[in-house]
């Protein structure tokens, strides 16, 4: 019997928002890039106080002029789904879609450092978003890309 090659699908962002709709994921962490589901790590203290604290200085900073995300889902393409930990959108209504464009997308990394640097640098980038902060907790610095 000869050997079937075997293809991977891509999950579109249209089915997985449906699949969300419907609680498939419910109590999971998951976000959607390049088509594929991708399990996002828990998040610890160390991890969680640098969200905080950037969500309260971007929120006072931009009140009225743009909107503030937090670990929200951010429309990237037709596969893309990520949910950056910091996002600063435009001022709009978000209530039937999700975002297509930010000011700015942050992410904290530690475990996750090359994979920001790298996939979600290309994703955010192909989306446009003129400025991506990574927050990188092993060097205690924040590496802005423009």
């Given at each position: 019997?000869?050997a079937v090659?075997?293809?991977?699908?891509?999950?579109?962002?249209?089915?997985?928002?449906?699949?969300?709709?419907?609680?498939?994921?419910?109590?999971?962490?998951?976000?959607?890039?390049?088509?594929?589901?991708?399990?996002?790590?828990?998040?610890?203290?160390?991890?969680?106080?640098?969200?905080?604290?950037?969500?309260?200085?971007?929120?006072?900073?931009?009140?009225?002029?743009?909107?503030?995300?937090?670990?929200?889902?951010?429309?990237?393409?037709?596969?893309?789904?990520?949910?950056?930990?910091?996002?600063?959108?435009?001022?709009?209504?978000y209530d039937?879609?999700?975002?297509?464009?930010?000011?700015?997308?942050?992410?904290?990394?530690?475990?996750?450092?090359?994979?920001?640097?790298?996939?979600?640098?290309?994703?955010?980038?192909?989306?446009?978003?003129?400025?991506?902060?990574?927050?990188?907790?092993?060097?205690?610095?924040?590496?802005?890309?423009?």
């Amino acid at each position: 019997m000869a050997a079937v090659a075997e293809t991977v699908r891509r999950l579109r962002r249209v089915e997985y928002d449906k699949l969300v709709a419907l609680g498939v994921f419910a109590g999971g962490r998951i976000e959607l890039i390049d088509g594929a589901l991708l399990q996002m790590s828990p998040m610890g203290p160390r991890h969680r106080a640098p969200v905080d604290r950037l969500t309260e200085l971007l929120v006072l900073a931009f009140v009225g002029r743009a909107r503030g995300r937090v670990q929200g889902s951010f429309a990237v393409g037709e596969f893309s789904e990520p949910e950056p930990d910091v996002c600063v959108l435009p001022l709009g209504d978000y209530d039937a879609e999700h975002p297509r464009h930010a000011h700015l997308v942050s992410e904290v990394a530690e475990s996750s450092l090359s994979y920001d640097r790298a996939r979600k640098a290309r994703l955010y980038a192909e989306a446009e978003v003129p400025e991506y902060w990574i927050v990188n907790l092993l060097e205690h610095t924040v590496e802005v890309h423009q």
